[in-house]
T-cell receptor, first 114, second 114 residues
Framework: AQTVTQSQPEMSVQEAETVTLSCTYD???????LFWYKQPPSRQMILVIRQEAYKQQNATENRFSVNFQKAAKSFSLKISDSQLGDTAMYFCAFMKPTGNQFYFGTGTSLTVIP | EPEVTQTPSHQVTQMGQEVILRCVPISNHLYFYWYRQILGQKVEFLVSFYNNEISEKSEIFDDQFSVERPDGSNFTLKIRSTKLEDSAMYFCASTLTGGYTEAFFGQGTRLTVV
């Protein structure tokens, strides 16, 4: 079975600062996909960034980057130059290479403080 | 920008009643999903649907649940006889293809069973 753990229920960061959200997962699969989704208050979940496990290079999308440590089964999200619009619930998710379902963590509520 | 829409945003129903949650996926998407999140818990996969049939379902998705794409645009989740423990936020999602692809989520329907 696949499990995803986000150990930080809530975090806050000052505007323009950098914050890292943690995610660990457990799986016996050798290849898989990892995602970070963001859910702003009263809005839809939207994709922030994704990573294929067989790619060693960490994914980057503008101010968002990941630190993917396959051996440690860790997939943290770094947000640089935090903006007020980054305030949201962030979900880490795992997907097996076969099948379409996400396995989500419990989420981290991030507040960016002006 | 295309988005997944869900109606209603909040539904209150009496225990034992049937409820239908509605979703309009993105028009050219081929795969459709339902997830749910009980308050304070993880977002959990319920079912995926492709080519007019269920492609995967979780153990949560028992005989009281059913899904349908009645008219080529709506995607519905029916709960036949609601229980108190069905109270949750239900999210619909759609993807253009299966597997490693961006999922687009709706805002969710909060179902409260009383």
């Amino acid at each position: 079975a696949q499990t995803v753990t986000q150990s930080q229920p809530e975090m806050s960061v000052q505007e323009a600062e950098t914050v890292t959200l943690s995610c660990t997962y457990d799986t016996s699969e050798s290849n898989y996909y990892l995602f970070w989704y963001k859910q702003p208050p009263s809005r839809q979940m939207i994709l922030v960034i994704r990573q294929e496990a067989y790619k060693q290079q960490n994914a980057t999308e503008n101010r968002f980057s990941v630190n993917f440590q396959k051996a440690a089964k860790s997939f943290s999200l770094k947000i640089s130059d935090s903006q007020l619009g980054d305030t949201a619930m962030y979900f880490c998710a795992f997907m097996k290479p076969t099948g379409n379902q996400f396995y989500f963590g419990t989420g981290t509520s991030l507040t960016v403080i002006p | 920008e295309p988005e997944v829409t869900q109606t209603p945003s909040h539904q209150v129903t009496q225990m034992g009643q049937e409820v239908i949650l509605r979703c309009v996926p993105i028009s050219n998407h081929l795969y459709f999903y339902w997830y749910r999140q009980i308050l304070g818990q993880k977002v959990e996969f319920l079912v995926s649907f492709y080519n007019n049939e269920i492609s995967e379902k979780s153990e949560i998705f028992d005989d009281q649940f059913s899904v349908e794409r009645p008219d080529g645009s709506n995607f519905t989740l029916k709960i036949r006889s609601t229980k108190l423990e069905d109270s949750a936020m239900y999210f619909c999602a759609s993807t253009l293809t299966g597997g490693y692809t961006e999922a687009f989520f709706g805002q969710g329907t909060r179902l409260t069973v009383v």
